[in-house]
Nanobody, 116 residues
Framework: QVQLVESGGGLVQPGGSLRLSCVGS????????MSWYRQAPGKERELVAA????????TYDDSVKGRFTISRDDVKNTVFLQMNSLKPEDTAGYYC?????????WGQGTQVTVSS
């Protein structure tokens, strides 16, 4: 019933930009803390960015601060990740996460590849 669907990934050159989107359905979207995680081959999944249910607070991994911006549109049940100045080390599968109390949901992921 609950679905999170990511889109916007692709192949981009170093220094380029991408905007990821995650559309939720089957949940009261405005209640949830929304986050983006990423996982590269052979690496653990790591938190990239998060935004509170009220949209009043955000957090970022140090590796993306100043380059990535998380935002949300609760009317459209969507969370975004604007990624600028992309680096090869940003290459990973990017996953959308929704959490409210004991409830947590994951999207299927979208691939981001940064390469010349």
């Amino acid at each position: 019933q609950v679905q999170l669907v990511e889109s916007g990934g692709g192949l981009v050159q170093p220094g380029g930009s991408l905007r990821l989107s995650c559309v939720g359905s089957g949940l009261t979207f405005r209640w949830y803390v929304m986050s983006w995680y990423r996982q590269a081959p052979g690496k653990e999944r790591e938190l990239v960015a998060a935004i509170t249910s009220a949209g009043g607070s955000t957090t970022y991994d140090d590796s993306v601060k100043g380059r990535f911006t998380i935002s949300r549109d609760d009317v459209k049940n969507t969370v975004f990740l604007q990624m600028n100045s992309l680096k090869p080390e940003d290459t990973a599968g990017y996953y959308c996460n929704a959490k409210w109390k004991s409830l947590t949901y994951w999207g299927q992921g979208t691939q981001v590849t940064v390469s010349s």
